[in-house]
Protein backbone atom coordinates (compact mmCIF):
# COMPACT_ATOMS: atom_id res chain seq x y z
CA UNK A 1 0.00 0.00 0.00
CA UNK A 2 1.27 3.29 -0.90
CA UNK A 3 2.11 5.82 1.79
CA UNK A 4 -0.72 8.32 0.81
CA UNK A 5 -3.17 5.62 0.86
CA UNK A 6 -2.00 4.63 4.19
CA UNK A 7 -2.51 8.62 5.06
CA UNK A 8 -5.87 8.86 3.56
CA UNK A 9 -7.07 5.83 5.00
CA UNK A 10 -5.98 6.99 8.45
CA UNK A 11 -7.28 10.57 8.16
CA UNK A 12 -10.83 9.08 7.39
CA UNK A 13 -11.15 6.42 10.36
CA UNK A 14 -9.44 9.75 12.71
CA UNK A 15 -12.71 11.36 11.70
CA UNK A 16 -14.75 8.96 11.54
CA UNK A 17 -13.91 8.63 15.38
CA UNK A 18 -14.28 11.82 15.80
CA UNK A 19 -18.16 11.44 14.65
CA UNK A 20 -18.22 8.39 17.19
CA UNK A 21 -16.80 10.80 19.97
CA UNK A 22 -19.63 12.45 19.23
CA UNK A 23 -22.33 10.49 19.68
CA UNK A 24 -21.09 9.04 22.82
CA UNK A 25 -20.49 12.81 24.14
CA UNK A 26 -24.21 13.50 22.91
CA UNK A 27 -25.34 10.75 24.25
CA UNK A 28 -24.28 10.82 27.17
CA UNK A 29 -25.03 14.61 27.89
CA UNK A 30 -27.42 16.05 30.49
CA UNK A 31 -28.85 18.20 27.85
CA UNK A 32 -29.85 14.88 25.56
CA UNK A 33 -30.73 12.86 28.52
CA UNK A 34 -33.05 15.86 29.29
CA UNK A 35 -34.27 16.25 25.68
CA UNK A 36 -35.13 12.58 25.01
CA UNK A 37 -37.03 12.09 28.61
CA UNK A 38 -39.14 14.94 27.99
CA UNK A 39 -39.57 14.55 24.20
CA UNK A 40 -38.37 17.96 23.40
CA UNK A 41 -36.71 17.51 19.92
CA UNK A 42 -35.65 21.36 19.80
CA UNK A 43 -32.05 20.27 20.22
CA UNK A 44 -31.64 17.44 18.51
CA UNK A 45 -34.75 17.18 15.59
CA UNK A 46 -34.13 17.96 12.12
CA UNK A 47 -35.12 21.56 11.07
CA UNK A 48 -36.41 21.99 7.36
CA UNK A 49 -34.73 25.48 6.11
CA UNK A 50 -36.72 27.71 4.29
CA UNK A 51 -35.16 30.57 2.08
CA UNK A 52 -37.41 33.49 1.71
CA UNK A 53 -35.54 36.65 -0.42
CA UNK A 54 -32.83 37.01 1.61
CA UNK A 55 -33.54 35.72 4.80
CA UNK A 56 -33.28 31.85 6.07
CA UNK A 57 -35.79 30.67 8.47
CA UNK A 58 -36.11 27.57 10.30
CA UNK A 59 -38.70 25.69 11.29
CA UNK A 60 -38.58 23.16 14.53
CA UNK A 61 -39.62 20.11 14.00
CA UNK A 62 -43.36 19.26 15.97
CA UNK A 63 -42.49 18.61 19.93
CA UNK A 64 -43.07 14.89 20.25
CA UNK A 65 -41.23 13.81 16.81
CA UNK A 66 -38.75 10.57 17.75
CA UNK A 67 -35.08 11.11 17.64
CA UNK A 68 -33.62 9.25 14.90
CA UNK A 69 -30.02 7.64 14.80
CA UNK A 70 -29.63 9.65 11.36
CA UNK A 71 -30.66 13.05 13.22
CA UNK A 72 -28.17 11.76 16.38
CA UNK A 73 -25.41 11.09 13.65
CA UNK A 74 -25.42 13.92 12.31
CA UNK A 75 -25.64 16.07 15.19
CA UNK A 76 -22.54 14.25 16.04
CA UNK A 77 -21.19 14.93 13.23
CA UNK A 78 -21.79 18.88 13.46
CA UNK A 79 -20.74 18.45 17.32
CA UNK A 80 -16.94 17.16 15.78
CA UNK A 81 -15.90 20.52 13.86
CA UNK A 82 -13.25 21.13 16.22
CA UNK A 83 -11.73 17.90 15.74
CA UNK A 84 -12.75 18.02 11.81
CA UNK A 85 -10.49 21.68 11.53
CA UNK A 86 -7.90 19.56 13.73
CA UNK A 87 -7.86 16.92 10.56
CA UNK A 88 -8.41 19.57 7.66
CA UNK A 89 -4.90 21.33 9.24
CA UNK A 90 -2.88 18.32 9.75
CA UNK A 91 -4.33 16.08 6.29
CA UNK A 92 -5.41 18.84 4.06
CA UNK A 93 -9.22 19.18 2.83
CA UNK A 94 -10.11 16.62 1.22
CA UNK A 95 -10.07 13.90 4.16
CA UNK A 96 -12.90 16.27 5.72
CA UNK A 97 -15.06 15.97 2.61
CA UNK A 98 -14.41 12.40 1.95
CA UNK A 99 -15.36 11.53 5.51
CA UNK A 100 -18.43 13.78 4.64
CA UNK A 101 -18.94 11.94 1.45
CA UNK A 102 -18.98 8.25 3.34
CA UNK A 103 -21.55 10.06 6.08
CA UNK A 104 -23.89 10.99 3.11
CA UNK A 105 -23.39 7.55 1.69
CA UNK A 106 -24.75 6.07 4.86
CA UNK A 107 -27.48 8.15 4.84
CA UNK A 108 -26.45 10.53 8.06
CA UNK A 109 -26.34 13.47 5.88
CA UNK A 110 -28.83 15.23 3.58
CA UNK A 111 -27.20 16.18 0.16
CA UNK A 112 -28.74 19.31 1.04
CA UNK A 113 -26.62 19.20 4.04
CA UNK A 114 -23.38 19.33 2.65
CA UNK A 115 -23.02 21.81 0.00
CA UNK A 116 -24.50 22.02 -3.56
CA UNK A 117 -24.95 19.21 -5.94
CA UNK A 118 -24.76 16.79 -3.21
CA UNK A 119 -20.89 17.77 -2.76
CA UNK A 120 -19.65 18.30 0.67
CA UNK A 121 -18.20 20.99 1.90
CA UNK A 122 -16.93 22.72 4.66
CA UNK A 123 -18.95 25.91 4.50
CA UNK A 124 -18.72 27.41 7.73
CA UNK A 125 -22.51 29.77 8.93
CA UNK A 126 -21.13 32.92 10.66
CA UNK A 127 -23.00 34.38 13.68
CA UNK A 128 -25.29 35.34 11.31
CA UNK A 129 -26.11 32.59 9.85
CA UNK A 130 -25.17 33.13 6.82
CA UNK A 131 -22.96 31.41 4.33
CA UNK A 132 -21.10 32.56 0.98
CA UNK A 133 -23.57 31.02 -0.86
CA UNK A 134 -26.15 32.91 0.43
CA UNK A 135 -24.08 36.11 0.43
CA UNK A 136 -23.54 35.19 -3.57
CA UNK A 137 -27.03 34.65 -4.16
CA UNK A 138 -28.60 37.99 -2.36
CA UNK A 139 -25.59 39.61 -4.80
CA UNK A 140 -26.55 38.20 -8.11
CA UNK A 141 -30.45 39.10 -7.04
CA UNK A 142 -29.16 42.71 -6.44
CA UNK A 143 -27.13 42.94 -10.19
CA UNK A 144 -29.87 41.51 -11.96
CA UNK A 145 -31.99 44.69 -11.14
CA UNK A 146 -28.46 46.79 -11.67
CA UNK A 147 -28.07 47.57 -8.17
CA UNK A 148 -24.41 47.01 -9.09
CA UNK A 149 -22.60 49.43 -6.17
CA UNK A 150 -24.64 47.54 -3.22
CA UNK A 151 -23.64 43.95 -4.83
CA UNK A 152 -20.40 45.08 -4.47
CA UNK A 153 -20.41 46.17 -0.96
CA UNK A 154 -22.21 43.23 0.09
CA UNK A 155 -19.47 40.98 -1.09
CA UNK A 156 -17.11 43.05 0.19
CA UNK A 157 -18.64 42.21 3.51
CA UNK A 158 -19.05 38.67 2.77
CA UNK A 159 -15.19 38.52 1.97
CA UNK A 160 -14.67 39.66 4.90
CA UNK A 161 -15.72 36.39 6.30
CA UNK A 162 -14.75 34.21 4.00
CA UNK A 163 -11.16 36.03 3.01
CA UNK A 164 -9.72 32.65 0.71
CA UNK A 165 -13.27 32.05 -1.28
CA UNK A 166 -12.73 32.62 -4.77
CA UNK A 167 -16.64 32.98 -6.14
CA UNK A 168 -16.62 35.98 -3.93
CA UNK A 169 -14.29 37.76 -5.71
CA UNK A 170 -14.94 36.91 -8.85
CA UNK A 171 -18.63 37.75 -8.50
CA UNK A 172 -16.98 41.27 -6.97
CA UNK A 173 -15.38 42.00 -9.35
CA UNK A 174 -18.04 41.13 -12.18
CA UNK A 175 -20.02 43.50 -11.07
CA UNK A 176 -17.69 46.37 -10.55
CA UNK A 177 -17.02 45.58 -14.26
CA UNK A 178 -20.57 45.68 -15.13
CA UNK A 179 -21.16 49.01 -13.22
CA UNK A 180 -18.14 50.51 -15.20
CA UNK A 181 -19.39 49.43 -18.15
CA UNK A 182 -22.96 51.27 -17.71
CA UNK A 183 -23.09 54.28 -20.29
CA UNK A 184 -25.20 58.22 -20.74
CA UNK A 185 -28.05 57.22 -22.97
CA UNK A 186 -27.49 60.32 -25.98
CA UNK A 187 -30.91 59.42 -27.16
CA UNK A 188 -34.19 60.71 -26.17
CA UNK A 189 -36.15 58.99 -23.52
CA UNK A 190 -39.82 58.73 -23.97
CA UNK A 191 -42.69 59.21 -21.44
CA UNK A 192 -45.43 57.02 -22.01
CA UNK A 193 -48.72 57.41 -20.19
CA UNK A 194 -51.84 55.28 -19.77
CA UNK A 195 -54.90 54.79 -17.83
CA UNK A 196 -56.49 51.87 -15.31
CA UNK A 197 -56.82 48.60 -17.86
CA UNK A 198 -60.03 46.48 -19.45
CA UNK A 199 -60.21 43.31 -17.60
CA UNK A 200 -63.47 42.30 -19.50
CA UNK A 201 -63.54 43.58 -22.73
CA UNK A 202 -66.94 41.98 -23.15
CA UNK A 203 -68.09 44.35 -20.97
CA UNK A 204 -66.66 47.42 -21.44
CA UNK A 205 -66.98 46.82 -25.78
CA UNK A 206 -70.56 45.75 -24.84
CA UNK A 207 -72.32 48.95 -27.17
CA UNK A 208 -73.70 51.26 -24.61
CA UNK A 209 -73.04 54.61 -23.97
CA UNK A 210 -69.64 53.92 -22.65
CA UNK A 211 -68.07 51.56 -24.85
CA UNK A 212 -67.03 54.09 -27.58
CA UNK A 213 -64.86 56.11 -25.12
CA UNK A 214 -63.45 52.93 -23.33
CA UNK A 215 -62.34 52.17 -26.74
CA UNK A 216 -60.67 55.23 -27.85
CA UNK A 217 -58.65 55.67 -23.82
CA UNK A 218 -58.23 52.41 -22.77
CA UNK A 219 -55.98 49.14 -23.16
CA UNK A 220 -56.89 45.66 -22.30
CA UNK A 221 -55.07 43.57 -19.46
CA UNK A 222 -54.03 41.19 -22.60
CA UNK A 223 -52.60 44.24 -24.71
CA UNK A 224 -50.94 45.46 -21.83
CA UNK A 225 -48.96 41.85 -21.40
CA UNK A 226 -48.66 41.77 -24.99
CA UNK A 227 -46.89 45.33 -24.61
CA UNK A 228 -44.53 44.15 -21.85
CA UNK A 229 -43.49 41.66 -23.91
CA UNK A 230 -42.47 43.19 -26.69
CA UNK A 231 -40.92 46.77 -25.19
CA UNK A 232 -38.65 43.61 -23.07
CA UNK A 233 -37.58 41.43 -26.13
CA UNK A 234 -36.73 45.56 -27.77
CA UNK A 235 -34.46 46.30 -24.59
CA UNK A 236 -36.77 49.07 -23.32
CA UNK A 237 -35.99 49.62 -19.44
CA UNK A 238 -37.64 51.30 -16.70
CA UNK A 239 -36.10 54.23 -15.28
CA UNK A 240 -37.06 57.06 -12.91
CA UNK A 241 -38.08 60.41 -13.99
CA UNK A 242 -35.64 61.51 -11.64
CA UNK A 243 -32.47 59.99 -13.65
CA UNK A 244 -32.84 62.51 -16.28
CA UNK A 245 -31.43 65.49 -13.74
CA UNK A 246 -29.15 66.26 -11.26
CA UNK A 247 -29.83 68.59 -8.18
CA UNK A 248 -27.99 70.58 -5.92
CA UNK A 249 -28.54 73.65 -3.82
CA UNK A 250 -27.11 77.35 -4.72
CA UNK A 251 -25.98 79.62 -2.36
CA UNK A 252 -29.48 80.34 -0.96
CA UNK A 253 -30.27 76.65 -0.34
CA UNK A 254 -33.00 76.54 -3.48
CA UNK A 255 -32.76 73.26 -5.28
CA UNK A 256 -31.07 73.63 -8.85
CA UNK A 257 -32.04 70.96 -11.75
CA UNK A 258 -29.06 70.06 -14.29
CA UNK A 259 -30.11 67.85 -17.31
CA UNK A 260 -28.19 64.61 -16.99
CA UNK A 261 -28.30 61.72 -19.16
CA UNK A 262 -29.40 58.14 -17.67
CA UNK A 263 -26.89 55.73 -17.37
CA UNK A 264 -28.14 51.95 -18.83
CA UNK A 265 -26.41 49.21 -19.71
CA UNK A 266 -25.57 48.90 -23.48
CA UNK A 267 -28.07 48.03 -25.81
CA UNK A 268 -30.82 49.03 -23.34
CA UNK A 269 -33.53 52.00 -24.23
CA UNK A 270 -34.71 53.92 -21.39
CA UNK A 271 -38.16 55.28 -20.91
CA UNK A 272 -40.56 56.37 -18.52
CA UNK A 273 -44.12 54.82 -18.05
CA UNK A 274 -46.90 57.05 -16.00
CA UNK A 275 -50.29 55.83 -14.89
CA UNK A 276 -53.69 58.26 -14.87
CA UNK A 277 -56.87 58.31 -12.37
CA UNK A 278 -55.93 55.27 -10.40
CA UNK A 279 -58.71 56.34 -8.70
CA UNK A 280 -61.28 53.39 -9.93
CA UNK A 281 -64.33 55.71 -10.75
CA UNK A 282 -67.68 55.16 -10.57
CA UNK A 283 -68.96 54.95 -13.94
CA UNK A 284 -66.56 52.13 -14.75
CA UNK A 285 -68.16 49.45 -12.41
CA UNK A 286 -70.33 46.84 -14.12
CA UNK A 287 -67.76 47.82 -17.37
CA UNK A 288 -65.55 45.73 -16.76
CA UNK A 289 -62.40 47.05 -14.95
CA UNK A 290 -60.76 46.82 -11.47
CA UNK A 291 -62.87 47.75 -8.35
CA UNK A 292 -60.33 48.61 -5.74
CA UNK A 293 -56.48 47.89 -4.95
CA UNK A 294 -55.65 45.76 -2.09
CA UNK A 295 -52.61 44.30 -0.26
CA UNK A 296 -52.65 40.68 -0.49
CA UNK A 297 -51.41 37.98 2.44
CA UNK A 298 -47.94 38.76 1.53
CA UNK A 299 -48.25 42.45 1.17
CA UNK A 300 -48.04 42.78 -2.59
CA UNK A 301 -50.20 45.68 -4.42
CA UNK A 302 -53.17 43.54 -5.66
CA UNK A 303 -56.83 44.57 -7.34
CA UNK A 304 -60.29 43.44 -6.63
CA UNK A 305 -62.37 42.50 -9.40
CA UNK A 306 -65.80 42.33 -8.92
CA UNK A 307 -67.59 39.56 -11.60
CA UNK A 308 -71.09 39.96 -10.64
CA UNK A 309 -70.86 40.23 -7.29
CA UNK A 310 -68.15 37.91 -6.82
CA UNK A 311 -64.94 39.79 -5.95
CA UNK A 312 -61.09 38.00 -6.72
CA UNK A 313 -58.08 39.22 -5.91
CA UNK A 314 -55.27 39.07 -8.70
CA UNK A 315 -53.55 41.44 -11.62
CA UNK A 316 -56.33 42.74 -13.09
CA UNK A 317 -54.75 46.33 -13.99
CA UNK A 318 -51.23 48.06 -14.58
CA UNK A 319 -49.73 48.31 -11.27
CA UNK A 320 -49.69 44.86 -10.05
CA UNK A 321 -49.25 43.37 -13.74
CA UNK A 322 -46.27 45.51 -13.67
CA UNK A 323 -44.91 44.30 -10.25
CA UNK A 324 -45.29 40.81 -11.20
CA UNK A 325 -43.49 41.76 -14.86
CA UNK A 326 -40.49 43.47 -13.22
CA UNK A 327 -40.23 40.57 -10.65
CA UNK A 328 -39.68 37.74 -13.39
CA UNK A 329 -37.69 40.18 -15.49
CA UNK A 330 -35.81 42.70 -13.30
CA UNK A 331 -33.71 43.42 -15.93
CA UNK A 332 -37.00 45.45 -17.49
CA UNK A 333 -36.53 48.00 -14.35
CA UNK A 334 -32.92 50.13 -13.48
CA UNK A 335 -32.88 49.87 -9.88
CA UNK A 336 -36.20 49.05 -9.40
CA UNK A 337 -38.39 51.92 -10.98
CA UNK A 338 -41.61 51.22 -11.65
CA UNK A 339 -43.71 54.16 -12.50
CA UNK A 340 -45.50 57.16 -11.76
CA UNK A 341 -49.56 57.01 -10.49
CA UNK A 342 -51.06 60.43 -11.20
CA UNK A 343 -54.20 60.65 -8.51
CA UNK A 344 -57.37 62.92 -8.52
CA UNK A 345 -58.97 63.09 -4.97
CA UNK A 346 -62.76 63.48 -6.18
CA UNK A 347 -64.06 60.36 -5.96
CA UNK A 348 -61.66 59.32 -3.25
CA UNK A 349 -58.28 57.38 -3.96
CA UNK A 350 -57.65 53.55 -5.16
CA UNK A 351 -61.47 52.61 -5.23
CA UNK A 352 -61.76 53.70 -1.24
CA UNK A 353 -64.23 56.97 -0.64
CA UNK A 354 -61.11 58.97 1.13
CA UNK A 355 -63.29 62.30 -0.09
CA UNK A 356 -66.36 61.35 2.15
CA UNK A 357 -64.54 62.77 5.46
CA UNK A 358 -67.61 62.65 7.46
CA UNK A 359 -68.47 58.71 6.45
CA UNK A 360 -68.40 56.55 9.32
CA UNK A 361 -65.49 54.12 7.56
CA UNK A 362 -62.97 57.17 6.49
CA UNK A 363 -60.47 56.32 9.10
CA UNK A 364 -60.70 52.85 7.83
CA UNK A 365 -60.35 53.64 3.97
CA UNK A 366 -57.18 56.37 4.89
CA UNK A 367 -55.27 53.93 6.66
CA UNK A 368 -55.85 51.40 3.98
CA UNK A 369 -55.00 53.98 1.30
CA UNK A 370 -52.06 55.16 3.39
CA UNK A 371 -50.59 51.42 3.47
CA UNK A 372 -50.80 50.53 0.00
CA UNK A 373 -49.12 54.18 -0.54
CA UNK A 374 -46.40 53.22 1.58
CA UNK A 375 -46.16 49.88 -0.43
CA UNK A 376 -46.12 51.43 -3.95
CA UNK A 377 -43.23 53.89 -2.52
CA UNK A 378 -41.13 51.38 -1.41
CA UNK A 379 -41.08 48.98 -4.18
CA UNK A 380 -40.76 51.74 -7.02
CA UNK A 381 -43.96 53.91 -7.44
CA UNK A 382 -44.11 58.13 -7.27
CA UNK A 383 -47.01 59.85 -6.84
CA UNK A 384 -48.18 62.83 -9.08
CA UNK A 385 -50.89 65.33 -8.19
CA UNK A 386 -53.53 65.01 -11.52
CA UNK A 387 -55.54 67.86 -9.53
CA UNK A 388 -58.18 67.07 -7.63
CA UNK A 389 -61.19 67.92 -10.06
CA UNK A 390 -59.65 66.31 -12.86
CA UNK A 391 -59.99 69.76 -14.22
CA UNK A 392 -57.93 71.46 -17.19
CA UNK A 393 -54.82 73.38 -15.62
CA UNK A 394 -54.55 75.86 -18.17
CA UNK A 395 -58.39 76.69 -18.71
CA UNK A 396 -58.95 77.37 -15.11
CA UNK A 397 -58.84 80.80 -12.90
CA UNK A 398 -56.28 80.92 -10.83
CA UNK A 399 -58.69 80.69 -7.93
CA UNK A 400 -60.11 77.68 -8.83
CA UNK A 401 -56.47 75.91 -9.06
CA UNK A 402 -55.46 77.37 -6.09
CA UNK A 403 -58.84 75.91 -4.05
CA UNK A 404 -58.23 72.38 -6.43
CA UNK A 405 -54.82 71.97 -5.38
CA UNK A 406 -55.01 72.94 -1.46
CA UNK A 407 -58.11 70.27 -1.50
CA UNK A 408 -55.98 67.51 -3.42
CA UNK A 409 -53.03 68.25 -0.95
CA UNK A 410 -55.28 67.68 2.51
CA UNK A 411 -57.21 64.52 1.28
CA UNK A 412 -54.93 63.18 -1.38
CA UNK A 413 -51.55 64.10 -0.46
CA UNK A 414 -51.71 64.13 3.15
CA UNK A 415 -52.30 59.92 2.67
CA UNK A 416 -49.82 58.89 0.07
CA UNK A 417 -46.90 61.83 0.69
CA UNK A 418 -46.23 65.49 -1.03
CA UNK A 419 -44.81 65.09 -4.28
CA UNK A 420 -43.06 67.12 -6.42
CA UNK A 421 -44.77 66.02 -9.59
CA UNK A 422 -47.65 67.61 -11.48
CA UNK A 423 -49.40 65.68 -14.35
CA UNK A 424 -51.65 67.93 -16.09
CA UNK A 425 -55.54 66.69 -16.07
CA UNK A 426 -56.46 66.19 -19.62
CA UNK A 427 -52.59 67.23 -20.65
CA UNK A 428 -53.11 70.85 -22.08
CA UNK A 429 -50.34 72.70 -20.07
CA UNK A 430 -49.74 76.55 -18.56
CA UNK A 431 -47.51 79.14 -19.99
CA UNK A 432 -44.04 79.02 -19.59
CA UNK A 433 -43.25 81.21 -18.24
CA UNK A 434 -46.61 82.36 -16.97
CA UNK A 435 -48.53 82.92 -13.21
CA UNK A 436 -49.93 79.55 -12.58
CA UNK A 437 -46.35 77.78 -12.95
CA UNK A 438 -45.49 79.87 -10.61
CA UNK A 439 -47.84 79.51 -8.27
CA UNK A 440 -47.62 75.77 -8.89
CA UNK A 441 -43.63 76.53 -8.44
CA UNK A 442 -44.65 77.89 -4.95
CA UNK A 443 -46.35 74.71 -3.61
CA UNK A 444 -43.47 72.80 -4.23
CA UNK A 445 -44.49 70.99 -7.78
CA UNK A 446 -41.04 71.22 -9.86
CA UNK A 447 -41.54 68.18 -12.74
CA UNK A 448 -44.28 69.25 -14.91
CA UNK A 449 -45.93 66.46 -17.40
CA UNK A 450 -48.30 67.02 -20.36
CA UNK A 451 -49.20 65.80 -23.77
CA UNK A 452 -47.85 66.43 -27.03
CA UNK A 453 -47.16 64.82 -30.50
CA UNK A 454 -43.45 65.70 -29.91
CA UNK A 455 -40.90 64.70 -27.28
CA UNK A 456 -40.03 67.72 -25.49
CA UNK A 457 -37.77 67.72 -22.66
CA UNK A 458 -36.92 71.08 -20.75
CA UNK A 459 -34.94 71.07 -17.89
CA UNK A 460 -34.75 74.86 -16.30
CA UNK A 461 -32.79 75.78 -13.00
CA UNK A 462 -35.84 75.46 -11.17
CA UNK A 463 -38.25 72.96 -13.08
CA UNK A 464 -38.10 70.34 -15.24
CA UNK A 465 -41.12 69.92 -18.46
CA UNK A 466 -41.47 66.80 -20.20
CA UNK A 467 -44.44 65.72 -22.61
CA UNK A 468 -45.85 62.46 -22.69
CA UNK A 469 -47.38 59.74 -25.63
CA UNK A 470 -50.85 58.41 -24.38
CA UNK A 471 -50.97 54.27 -24.79
CA UNK A 472 -54.67 54.34 -25.26
CA UNK A 473 -56.79 52.46 -27.88
CA UNK A 474 -56.85 55.64 -30.57
CA UNK A 475 -53.27 55.10 -29.94
CA UNK A 476 -53.14 51.16 -30.80
CA UNK A 477 -55.28 51.47 -34.00
CA UNK A 478 -54.33 54.95 -35.75
CA UNK A 479 -52.47 54.70 -39.04
CA UNK A 480 -48.88 56.19 -38.35
CA UNK A 481 -49.21 55.71 -34.72
CA UNK A 482 -46.01 56.77 -32.56
CA UNK A 483 -46.79 53.92 -31.01
CA UNK A 484 -45.21 51.28 -33.64
CA UNK A 485 -41.47 52.73 -32.34
CA UNK A 486 -41.90 50.83 -28.86
CA UNK A 487 -44.18 47.59 -30.13
CA UNK A 488 -45.83 46.26 -33.03
CA UNK A 489 -49.30 47.20 -33.33
CA UNK A 490 -50.61 44.27 -34.95
CA UNK A 491 -48.89 41.81 -32.54
CA UNK A 492 -50.34 43.47 -29.06
CA UNK A 493 -54.11 44.07 -30.56
CA UNK A 494 -56.52 41.92 -28.08
CA UNK A 495 -58.94 40.02 -30.47
CA UNK A 496 -61.69 40.74 -28.61
CA UNK A 497 -60.83 44.97 -29.40
CA UNK A 498 -63.77 46.23 -32.17
CA UNK A 499 -62.33 46.49 -35.68
Known amino acids: MKLKDIASFAGSMLLMAAVVFGIYALKNSDAFKDKMQTGDPAAVSETETKVDGNR ?13 MKTVLKTAWESAGEMRGWIAEAFGEKFVGLSGQITLEAGVLDSTDEGDNGAASTEEMQDDGRTASSYLQEAESLAAGYFYAEAVSLLEAAIAHYPEDGNLREAKEKYQMAQSELAAYAGVVAHISMQSLIVDPDKAFDGDEMADAYEKTAVTVTEFRNILEEMYAKGYILI ?26 EGKIPFILSVDDVNYYAYTEQDGFADRLVLDAGGSVKCIYNNGGTETVGDYDVIPILDAFVAEHPDFSYRGAKGIIALTGFEGVFGYATNKTDSGIYSQDAATVSNIAARLLKTGWRFASHGYWHQNTADISMETLELDNARWEAEVGSLVGTTEIYVY ?13 D ?17 I ?3 GTDYIRQTRILLNGTGLTAKNSRLAEFFSLKDVIDPKRPD
Not at 245 to 262: A, I, N, R, W
Not at 429 to 437: F, H
Not at 439 to 455: A, R
Request: hydrophobic share 30%; glycine share 8%.
Open 56 to 68: AESAEAEAGTEVS
Open 240 to 265: DIHDLMSMSEDSSGDVVYSPEKPMVP
Open 457 to 459: LSI
Open 439 to 455: YLKSEGYSIFCGTDEKN
Open 425 to 437: PDGKEVEYPGEKL
